[in-house]
């Protein structure tokens, strides 16, 4: 019989806690060979870590434990009195034992570093908030252990088994076995590799190991981790950073004992080495096949990048997700899953792991992002299949609302049963750590799109479910629930004259009456209803990257945020780090002020206008600061006492506005927009403004600029540079015209223009050219002009875009 189609369908995706971070170079991913989610049967329990209020690293978190009930997930406990660092991973047996992995200091609180005792917390599910059997493991004397424990904590579930692996320093990992009647009956060390290679040997610590025990015997696969061995390039690394240290991560060794009773592991085998090119390498995850095959999954970058230039040149930079399995003690089988990087592709694959099913077929589960064959950027979670032979299947999407960007799962190695249930817990683009449960074996996929269109009256949502997949027959139904609004129907569109939170259901049925449901949320822009308006007149646009002075910091100006109007900026991040522009309002009227910006937590910044304080903004976390490949975008309104948006009377005539970081929380801005508060279209300014409809929005974008000397850029000889943005295209962009871009200095025109770069370098004096999106440009008599106190302002001529 053929095997069942690969169609994972998410069928819970949830938010379970936020971490405040604790600055103690750990956090709740960092244990990541170990898992920290169980499944017993329809019972799922998850540990989590907690910052101590007014504790001092390192040992400043404890840990909590939760469960998934019919409402969400609940904490079951917290550690009354315990302080650790590390995460703390679980392990279950199907007779309802839970088992938690703690590592609690025993220094003083004042105390940054010391010994700690590690234990092994035994729970019932019957009752998991009864107090825990506190196991106690027995080791061979009495080993030095510490808070950065490095440990691996493994179950084998049929067996009844545990074994606990925890590092001494760089020498070796000690263990100890807990067997099926209850007792720590056999105890040892596990010596790492000998370095002889190196140019002074050293034994090679082995860190985040993936270790599975299975039938008494130990698989045990980590990555070096030590100070880097080669000195040329410490010395150079130490140039670079300021720091004598740097770890390396780049040699992956795997040893197994046949039974862990006798304590004797076997030589050592190297599955990999990225040791030639400074590259990376980070294991993921270990199986044991029922024929005795070892499967080893781990992620690979080629090159440390800060070397390249130096060291190697013409090596390529790559990222792979690469896969080995190991028979009698040697390397069968080593190939790359996914890959991804310079002369590959461009989707690059993160760090995955293995999916266990009750018939033996092996699943991988993997992160990855960039842009596809058609240039978008995406990122997503796939899983693809694992054949016997060594050959895989092709990648499919896990289609989560919010992919997982780093994750572990309820794995073998951590007791639970093998299931086509995957259990995922990690980090997403929410705050903190979420969980998501996917079906891999489902019988059809609901699945759909969404387009959001703006136009003059609101915003149109456009829903497509004909992506839903039935494995047997077709998909015959499709049922909507659009913000509570019923309809049905493979697409369907509406349009809303509100922005905010929308929650989208589909249910999507096949002709044998088996169902699937997807859930999806997007937050639509703001529409004219917000406002009181009926339709949007033009705004006029102030872009965060047009700031004319700053002070208190030093602003990130960046052009490779997904989402982007064009510039934006980062690193806002101090307490009264202020920036000003100026700002021309071309007609006398009411404005409502609109603000897109991104942060992860919630940020206050004052407005004044022409030095006088207008109000305190808030900025409501939109989840993160957003990157290339994720939009964190959101919008702010300004607002009066309560929630409305506040209108402020404009003349017409320039202003200066200035917004001041008043916590220190970080923000990024992309732009705010000046909305009429009523009809009023802004054509017969005196400042010239290009007009713009961005998907069915208008907005009046300023062709006039100050050039802020902290924008200013050195090149060479007497040429300066700013980055103008994606909005000022200048020569040298396919299908625009020669810029009609003007520059002057304190009011005098300088020129001449449209030069190449060579002779605004060699002769300066007032020479510029506007090429692609920067301006090139010199000071008349050849000064630095971010210091010769000089105002630079440029203007496009109207009719130039």
Not at 289 to 310: F, Q, T
Not at 542 to 558: K, L, P, W
Not at 565 to 574: E, P, Q, R, V, Y
Not at 699 to 708: F, H, Q
């Amino acid at each position: 019989m053929a095997a069942d189609r690969l169609l994972p369908a998410v069928e819970v995706e949830e938010h379970i806690y936020t971490f405040e971070p604790a600055h103690n170079g750990a956090g709740p991913m960092w244990g990541n060979a170990s898992t920290c989610i169980v499944r017993l049967g329809e019972d799922v329990f998850a540990s989590g870590l907690e910052t101590i209020p007014d504790a001092s690293p390192l040992n400043n978190v404890r840990w909590m434990l939760f469960k998934r009930a019919k409402t969400g997930w609940e904490v079951l406990l917290r550690d009354p009195k315990g302080r650790t660092r590390e995460p703390c991973p679980l392990a279950c047996l199907p007779d309802g034992r839970l088992f938690l992995s703690a590592n609690p200091t025993l220094t003083d609180p004042s105390a940054a570093s010391g010994p700690a005792a590690p234990q092994v917390l035994e729970f019932s599910t019957a009752d998991p908030r009864a107090a825990a059997n506190t196991l106690s493991p027995v080791w061979d004397g009495k080993p030095a252990f510490s808070e950065h424990s490095y440990r691996s904590f493994a179950a084998d579930g049929l067996n009844r088994e545990l074994i606990l692996f925890q590092n001494i320093g760089y020498t070796h990992a000690e263990w100890s076995f807990h067997d099926r009647s209850g007792k720590w009956s056999s105890q040892g060390r596990l010596q790492w590799p000998w370095g002889a290679g190196y140019e002074e040997p050293v034994p090679v610590r082995l860190c985040y190991p993936a270790v599975m025990l299975k039938d008494r015997a130990v698989y045990w696969c980590g990555v070096s981790d030590i100070v880097e061995p080669n000195k040329t390039w410490r010395a150079y690394k130490k140039e670079l950073t300021g720091r004598n240290w740097d770890y390396d991560l780049r040699r992956l060794f795997f040893s197994f004992c046949p039974d862990i009773r006798s304590g004797k592991f076997r030589d050592w085998i190297e599955i990999a080495s990225r040791e030639k090119t400074g590259g990376w390498i980070f294991p993921c995850d270990i199986w044991v096949s029922p024929d005795g095959s070892v499967h080893i999954l781990w992620a690979e970058r080629a090159l440390d990048e800060r070397l390249r230039p130096k060291f190697f040149p013409e090596e390529k930079q790559t990222f792979a997700l690469n896969y080995a399995v190991v028979r009698d003690g040697k390397v069968a089988l080593r190939t790359p899953l996914a890959l991804g990087g310079e002369g590959a592709s461009s989707e690059i694959p993160g760090s995955g792991r293995f999916q266990v099913t009750p018939d033996n077929r092996l699943f991988v589960i993997y992160y990855c992002s960039g842009k596809d064959a058609n240039g978008k950027a995406f990122a997503e979670n796939r899983a693809m299949e694992v054949f016997p032979d060594g050959s895989h299947g092709d990648p499919v999407l896990v289609p989560l609302e919010r992919p997982f960007t780093s994750f572990i799962n309820a794995t073998v190695r951590g007791g639970c049963a093998p299931a086509y249930i995957l259990d995922m817990l990690g980090t997403t683009s929410l705050p903190g750590i979420s969980y998501a449960r996917v079906n891999l074996r489902s019988k059809i996929l609901a699945r759909f799109d969404i387009v959001t269109h703006r136009d003059a009256t609101g915003s149109r949502v456009e829903l497509d479910g004909s992506q839903c997949i039935a494995t047997k027959g077709k998909v015959v139904a499709w049922r909507w629930d659009i913000g509570g609004v019923a309809a049905s129907g493979t697409k369907v569109s509406r349009v809303f004259d509100r922005g905010g939170p929308l929650k989208i259901t589909l249910t999507a049925m096949d002709e044998k009456g088996n169902r699937s449901e997807t859930t999806r949320s997007v937050v639509l822009p703001p529409a004219p209803g917000d406002f009181g308006l009926k339709q949007w007149s033009a705004a006029v646009r102030t872009e965060a990257g047009s700031f004319v002075r700053e002070g208190g910091g030093a602003i990130h100006v960046r052009n490779d945020k997904m989402g982007a109007s064009g510039l934006s900026l980062s690193h806002w991040n101090t307490k009264g780090h202020w920036l000003e522009w100026e700002v021309d309002i071309p007609r006398q009227g009411d404005y409502f002020l609109l603000f897109h910006y991104a942060t992860p937590e919630n940020a206050t910044r004052v407005l004044l206008i022409d030095d006088k304080a207008q109000a305190l903004l808030n900025f409501p976390s939109t989840g993160g600061y957003g990157s290339d490949i994720t939009d964190h975008w959101g919008f702010a309104k300004l607002t009066g006492a309560g929630v409305r948006p506040l209108a402020t009377h404009r003349s017409r005539g320039r202003y200066r506005m200035r917004l001041e970081n008043q916590d220190g929380a970080g923000l990024n801005l992309d732009y705010l927009d000046w909305i009429p508060a009523g009809n009023m279209e802004l054509q017969d300014a005196a400042v010239p403004f290009r007009r713009v409809v961005d998907n069915g929005y208008p907005y009046l974008l300023p062709m006039r600029g100050i050039l802020a000397p902290s924008r200013i850029n050195a090149e060479i000889g007497h040429c300066y540079t700013v980055r103008l943005g994606p909005n000022y295209p200048g020569d040298g962009m396919p299908g625009i015209p020669p810029s009609n871009l003007r520059l002057f200095e304190d009011g005098k025109e300088l020129g001449p223009a449209h030069l190449v770069h060579t002779e605004i370098r060699e002769t300066g004096q007032g020479r510029f050219a506007h090429w692609k999106d920067f301006l090139y440009f010199s000071a008349s008599d050849n000064s630095d002009p971010r210091t010769n106190g000089k105002r630079y302002e440029w203007v496009i001529s109207e009719g130039a875009q």
